[in-house]
């Protein structure tokens, strides 16, 4: 008898816990009571995130609580993480990491809507990720070191005695991706082969950045870049700005659209609000805000881009059913032959 009284007890307590437990965490299944606050694990840029968080915040009480880290690198914390981590959204400077994180079965659908308001190129086409903003690819260059006519029609031939010691790059994620169209236009043989040429006679730089200055300033002739970097130039240095930009419009790899992408997590704390985000940043508002603070295209047709821009249709690489965000599924081909060339 004793024992059976301690059971009941146990379990009076066990379910009071229970309720108690539930109540603070706000799991109870009302919707009033579920987190205000979602976790966004960021890597874009901070001028795009950071005005499109406030107008989220101000528009819906929702907080954003911000980890920032490098786009290469918070896929694999989340990764890691996995059903412990506290991420709601990701929002990172490419999307071939989202491809890999969808593959461990760490994404959540995306709703119909959202997918109808990305093209068909620039999302994933099992609707788990999508770009939130366009940047192509793009060649940046000294009009006193290179003519524009003497770009090659494509970057495949800057490897060439011409070239040697003129041709600026930075292994970013957006190289990388540069690197897939390559190995999907001209084959891995004559891509590492390019890539060893480019070890051998170019010139690396830590970032995008850092080549936009070095070819202004004549120290190289030409860099493999994202298109905004040189207008973020081009609104620094105003008269002062020498360098120029050539967009690839003949399918070549040297031109290319890329993506930032964004998706929300499967397993996030919070999965209404991480899809409220993930709908605002996709929507006419969230689009118009972050062209104001951005040299990147929005990705929702209609939206006008940023007026220091060049129409996309005057820019578009016309490669996008090619090697658009869509079809870059698989990067570690790129990290393996640059690995092979000693780049990274
Ligand atoms: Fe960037």
């Given at each position: 008898m004793g024992v059976g009284r301690k059971a009941a007890a146990l379990m009076v307590l066990v379910a009071l816990f229970l309720?108690?437990?539930c109540a603070s965490?706000?799991?109870?299944?009302n919707a009033a009571e579920r987190p205000k606050s979602i976790t966004l694990y960021a890597g874009q840029h901070k001028e795009v995130v950071e005005p499109l968080v406030k107008a989220f915040e101000e528009k819906t009480g929702i907080t954003v609580r911000i980890r920032w880290g490098e786009?290469?690198?918070?896929?694999?914390?989340i990764a890691e993480e996995g059903a412990r981590s506290p991420a709601d959204v990701i929002w990172i400077e490419a999307t071939p990491p989202l491809v890999g994180l969808k593959e461990r079965g760490l994404l959540a659908p995306l709703p119909e809507d959202v997918l109808a308001a990305v093209p068909a190129p620039y999302r994933d086409p099992e609707g788990q990720w999508v770009s939130a903003s366009l940047r192509l690819r793009a060649v940046v260059y000294n009009p006193d070191l290179v003519k524009e006519a003497e770009i090659p029609a494509s970057i495949l031939d800057l490897a060439s005695p011409r070239w040697e010691g003129q041709v600026a790059y930075a292994p970013s994620g957006a190289f990388q991706g540069q690197?897939?169209?390559?190995?999907?236009?001209f084959g891995e043989e004559k891509t590492l082969e390019w890539l060893r040429w480019l070890k051998a006679h170019g010139e690396m730089y830590k970032n995008n950045t850092a080549i936009t200055k070095a070819v202004n300033d004549g120290r190289v002739a030409l860099g493999l870049i994202n298109n905004y970097y040189f207008y973020i130039q081009k609104a620094e240095l105003k008269d002062q700005l020498k360098a120029r930009i050539y967009f690839y419009t003949n399918g070549d790899p040297g031109g290319q659209v890329l993506g930032a992408g964004v998706a929300v997590l499967k397993h996030a704390p919070n999965p209404e609000g991480a899809q409220a985000f993930v709908a605002f940043l996709l929507s006419e508002e969230g689009q118009k805000l972050m062209a104001q603070n951005s040299y990147e295209y929005p990705v929702r047709e209609g939206v006008p881009a940023n007026p220091a821009l060049p129409p996309f249709s005057e820019v578009?690489?016309?490669?996008?059913?090619?090697?658009?965000?869509?079809y870059l599924t698989d990067y570690q081909r790129a990290l393996k032959l640059l690995q092979e060339a000693?780049?990274?």
């Open positions: 309720v108690a437990g965490l706000g799991g109870a299944g786009t290469g690198e918070l896929p694999n914390q690197i897939e169209a390559m190995v999907q236009s578009d690489p016309k490669n996008s059913d090619r090697f658009g965000p869509a000693g780049i990274s």
